[in-house]
């Protein structure tokens, strides 16, 4: 059975930071493209950042420069590091696993809420 959870959302002041983490248990982890998605009230998702099973990672315009994405395959992991936090940022962050193959799978955790706000 697949599971994907994340933890480590929270309030925070504007400039402030948090690390979000996610653990993935049931797949093949190393071989998967980990992403971080958000989702404010009102709008779309929308991919905040990825990173390939080869450590390659991809950014949003909103975060690049702010937030870092890493992965520790021994811990089936992944990490997002959010500094200089803005109001905007206010959201639901979802992790998820996607691998394309004869099978394309994506596997979605079910969130965590970060909060800017003084």
């Known amino acids: 059975q697949v599971q994907v959870v994340e933890s480590g959302g929270g309030l925070v002041q504007p400039g402030g930071s948090l690390r979000l983490s996610c653990a993935a248990s049931?797949?093949?982890?190393?071989?998967?493209?980990m992403n971080w998605y958000r989702q404010a009230p009102g709008k779309q998702r929308e991919l905040v950042a990825s990173?390939?099973?080869?450590?390659?990672?991809n950014f949003a315009d909103s975060t690049q420069g702010r937030f870092t994405i890493s992965r520790d395959n021994a811990k089936n992991t992944v990490y997002l590091q959010m500094n200089s936090l803005k109001p905007e940022d206010t959201a639901l962050y979802y992790c998820?696993?996607?691998?394309?193959?004869?099978?394309?799978?994506?596997?979605w955790g079910q969130g965590t809420q970060v909060t800017v706000s003084t």
């Open positions: 998820s696993a996607y691998r394309r193959g004869i099978t394309t799978t994506n596997y």
């Open positions: 049931g797949i093949t982890f190393r071989t998967y493209t």
């Open positions: 990173i390939t099973s080869g450590g390659s990672t």
